[in-house]
C-alpha cells in the first residue's frame, strides 16, 4: 500500500539529503547504497499518480548521462593523468588556441574510472530528485509554501511538473497508437506522438493560467510602508547569512562563525517570510500535516 500519511516536504527533504550526500563522496559502493536505497522506499511507497510513473524516466537518464561522461572522457580526455593505457585512438590535431583539449589519443584506466566515479555521482543525484518526484507530487509541496513565496512556488512547480506530466501523455499516446495499429516506435513515431505532447502541454499552460486568474491568482493584502521595507531587509539579511553561514561550514577557515552566522540567517529570513506572508491572504485546501511518520 502507498504511503500517503508522510507530508510532501519530508520527502523531499529526504530526497534532498540523499542528493547531498552523493555529492559528498566518489566511493562507488556508497553510491550503490544511495541508489538502492531511493529505489526500494520508491517501489514501497510511492503512490498510483503519474508523477510516480516519471521514476523510470529519471533512471534512463540517469543512465544516459554515465554513458556520455564515459563517452566524454574517451573521446576528448581527461585531466587526470595514468599510467596503464587501455586502447590508443588516433588523434586530431588542434589549433594553438585550441590548448588543453584533445581528440582522440591515449585512454588510460585511471581516466575512466574517474569519470565513472564523477558520472555516477551525478547519475545518483539525479535519481534521487527522481524519487522525490515520485513519492511526493510537487504541486504537493505548494500547499506547504508560505504566503511570500507563493508565486515563486507556482513557478517552480509548474517547471518541476513539466516532466512527468510530458511523460504521461507520451505513454497515452504511445498506448492508444498501438491499440490502433499504428507504429509507436522509431523516428516516424517519435515524430507523430511528439506534436500532440507539445500541444497538450500547451493546452495545460493555457488551462492553468486560465484557472489561476479565475482564482485571483496574484491578489495581496494591504500592508504599512515600515512592514514591507522590515520584511525585505529580513529576507534579504537572512539570505546573506545563510549563504554567509554555509561557505564557513564548508570551508577549514569558517568554522567558528559558520554555524552562528547560518542559524541567526535561518532566523531572520523565516521572520522575513512570516511577515511577508501577510500580504497573501490565501487559505489551505487540506494541508498536508506534519505527524511522527513524517520526522
Not at 502507498?2 to 566511493?27: E, I, K, M, Q, S
Request: proline share 6%; with cysteine.
Amino acid at each position: 500500500m502507498p504511503d500517503t500519511t508522510v507530508h510532501a516536504g519530508a520527502w523531499w527533504l529526504w530526497a534532498l539529503a540523499l542528493g547531498t550526500a552523493a555529492t559528498r563522496t566518489t566511493n562507488p559502493l556508497l553510491l550503490g547504497l544511495l541508489l538502492a536505497v531511493s529505489g526500494y522506499v520508491v517501489v514501497t511507497c510511492r503512490p498510483r499518480t503519474p508523477s510516480a510513473r516519471s521514476y523510470t524516466a529519471f533512471l534512463k537518464l540517469a543512465l544516459a548521462v554515465l554513458v556520455i561522461r564515459l563517452v566524454f572522457a574517451v573521446v576528448l580526455g581527461s585531466p587526470i593523468p595514468g599510467t596503464h593505457v587501455l586502447v590508443a585512438l588516433p588523434e586530431v590535431p588542434l589549433p594553438d588556441w585550441a590548448q588543453g583539449i584533445r581528440l582522440g589519443g591515449r585512454v588510460t584506466a585511471e581516466a575512466v574510472v574517474f569519470a565513472l566515479y564523477d558520472g555516477l555521482k551525478l547519475a545518483t543525484l539525479l535519481v534521487c530528485v527522481g524519487a522525490a518526484n515520485a513519492l511526493a507530487a510537487p504541486t504537493r509541496l505548494l500547499k506547504s509554501l508560505p504566503g511570500a513565496l507563493y508565486e515563486t512556488g507556482v513557478a517552480v512547480v509548474v517547471a518541476l511538473t513539466f516532466a512527468p506530466h510530458l511523460i504521461a501523455d507520451a505513454r497515452r499516446l504511445r498506448a492508444a497508437r498501438r491499440l490502433r495499429g499504428r507504429p509507436d516506435r522509431g523516428v516516424r513515431g517519435l515524430l507523430q506522438v511528439g506534436l500532440p505532447v507539445l500541444e497538450g502541454a500547451l493546452e495545460r499552460s493555457v488551462a492553468l493560467a486560465a484557472a489561476m486568474d479565475a482564482r485571483g491568482y496574484g491578489r495581496t493584502a494591504e500592508v504599512a510602508p515600515a512592514v514591507r521595507r522590515t520584511t525585505a531587509a529580513l529576507t534579504l539579511g537572512g539570505l546573506l547569512g545563510v549563504c554567509a553561514g554555509t561557505y564557513g561550514l564548508l570551508t577549514a577557515e569558517g568554522g567558528t562563525y559558520g554555524l552562528p552566522v547560518l542559524l541567526a540567517g535561518l532566523a531572520a529570513a523565516l521572520a522575513g517570510l512570516w511577515l511577508g506572508g501577510r500580504r497573501s491572504p490565501r487559505t489551505r485546501y487540506r494541508p498536508d500535516a506534519w505527524n511522527p511518520r513524517s520526522c
